[in-house]
């Protein structure tokens, strides 16, 4: 049996699978910790992915390792290798007004086109424009930049600060992947290469791709990013304590939705409805995407296709929080909702409640409608709730199926899927056939799943394991009043 590894360092955690090859069962798992914030030490996951590996026994009897990460965090490097500042993620908001700058000076329709996004404040482009404008003395000594899972798997092969690292800081053998590139806003999904130019236009500096002879000293770095199934280097066998006696080889890595998709065997066809905090609707598709209006991020995907991508900012906690108010759990929870009829009698949930992204209302509040006498039940009130988080992600669905992306299958992930009546509920409000996979890390697996592919050149044809499959019950009277409501709030 054949081990590989799959690393997943998102942004509460560092998670580490450990699988074999041929099927993808799991064979050991391993934890860490990181701190809470929008704005870390790159250290803390360097010292998190060392103590999941130690914790899911080691990497031995590994043959490969691939690291997932979190997209868009911007790790500053100076010329030795050493971070300059915390990173910024993708959840740090203060580059909101830079990403207003950049539309107004290049427009939406061509950063559409030229990087496949409208620029947010998650995306990297925006961060470093951040930072030329309010840091300009860090901005000086920059000379590169990375992503977190970029960094973590040049750090595995034995590179960092130069006083820390077994091969020194060589900055040359920075690599990515395309799925976390194309979320940086400065690579292009069209061309499968950086535009410098909106580098250039971002941060008031010249850059040039890790690897280049030329103009090498003056330019800042950006990581050369590998194919999917590409060997990037071996794990530096002074890393870890017995792995000495083996070569581990390191794959390309991952964004972390792209390894999501890679870990659910997610083809053409499928979509990706993942109910967390925040509500994330994504599908494999063979064209990339350009959408001026910013509802739809153009991504690449790891796998050498695309990964159009709609992001909702309310998603499980409006269960929470009307759970709470009726003063319930989650079990008595479905069983009102499922005890109403479909459409909840007339009373709908435009679930604002932390304003939105998708449609684009940061500044939108929750409300309910359609209440009387008669309808206002405790019933109707749960369902109501369940009704408006799921409409809320159709309307991602319903982008990313305007952009010319078929959908055939929806996969529902997320620990608020595993409620029955939002099972049901789900095969109610959207029109395509409804699958749950098992709870699982699907962002680790992913990872090594493409751990096992650079083994053999083939993509690895894991089995997915499911627990619900709801009928079939399309109700499109239920998105219909939503839709009328929402849309008049």
């Not at 809470?36 to 790159?42: C, K, L, R, Y």
């Not at 740090?92 to 290049?106: H, K, M, N, Q």
């Not at 798997?153 to 900055?171: C, E, I, K, N």
Request: glycine content about 12%; some cysteine.
């Amino acid at each position: 049996m054949t081990l590989v590894a799959g690393v997943d360092s998102s942004t509460q955690s560092c998670k580490v699978l450990i699988v074999d090859a041929g099927t993808g069962h799991i064979v050991r798992v391993g934890k860490a910790a990181h701190p809470d914030g929008s704005e870390i030490a790159p250290a803390h996951w360097w010292s998190a992915l060392q103590d999941a590996i130690h914790d899911a026994g080691g990497l031995a009897d590994v043959a490969a390792v691939s690291v997932a990460g979190q997209q868009h965090g911007m790790v500053l490097l100076d010329t030795e290798g050493r971070v300059l500042r915390d990173a910024l993620l993708w959840n740090d908001t203060r580059s909101a007004g830079a990403a207003a700058d950049l539309i107004t000076e290049i427009g939406a329709a061509e950063l559409a086109q030229r990087c496949g996004s409208v620029p947010v404040a998650s995306l990297t482009i925006t961060k470093v424009r951040w930072v030329r404008d309010h840091e300009p003395a860090i901005a000086a000594r920059v000379a590169a930049v990375a992503l977190p899972h970029d960094w973590l798997s040049w750090r595995l092969r034995g590179y960092g600060p130069a006083d820390q690292s077994p091969l020194g800081s060589d900055l040359e053998q920075l690599t990515t992947d395309r799925s976390d590139a194309s979320g940086t806003g400065y690579w292009s999904p069209h061309t499968g290469s950086y535009d410098l130019d909106l580098f250039r236009a971002a941060f008031g500096r010249t850059a040039r791709v890790a690897g280049s002879a030329e103009h090498a000293g003056t330019h800042i770095v950006l990581p050369k990013v590998a194919a999917p199934s590409d060997i990037t280097g071996t794990v530096h066998s002074d890393l870890f304590v017995g792995a000495a006696a083996v070569t581990v080889k390191v794959g390309a890595g991952a964004g972390d939705n792209a390894a999501g998709a890679l870990g659910l065997g997610a083809a053409s066809g499928d979509v990706v409805i993942s109910v967390g905090t925040s509500g994330t609707v994504f599908a494999v598709s063979a064209h990339p995407s350009a959408d001026a209006t910013g509802t739809i991020a153009g991504f690449a995907d790891a796998s050498g296709a695309y990964l159009p991508i709609a992001v909702t900012l309310n998603a499980a906690r409006i269960l929470s929080t009307t759970a709470g108010l009726l003063g319930i759990d989650f079990e008595e929870f479905a069983t009102l909702a499922l005890a109403a009829q479909p459409g909840s009698a007339g009373v709908v949930l435009v679930p604002y409640f932390e304003g939105e992204r998708t449609p684009n209302l940061p500044d939108a509040t929750a409300s309910f409608h359609g209440l009387s006498i008669t309808s206002t039940t405790r019933e109707n009130i749960a369902r109501a709730s369940i009704e408006g988080m799921l409409c809320g992600l159709a309307g991602g669905l319903d982008a990313i199926k305007a952009s010319g992306t078929a959908v055939e299958r929806v996969l529902l992930i997320g620990g608020a899927v595993q409620n029955t009546a939002v099972q049901i509920v789900a095969g109610q409000v959207f029109d395509a056939l409804v699958v749950v996979p098992t709870p699982g890390e699907y962002v680790a697996r992913g990872a090594a799943a493409q751990a096992a592919w650079l083994l053999t050149g083939t993509r690895p044809d894991w089995a997915l394991e499911t627990i619900a499959a709801p009928p079939a019950d399309y109700r499109p009277e239920i998105l219909g009043q939503y839709r009328a409501v929402a849309g008049a709030a």
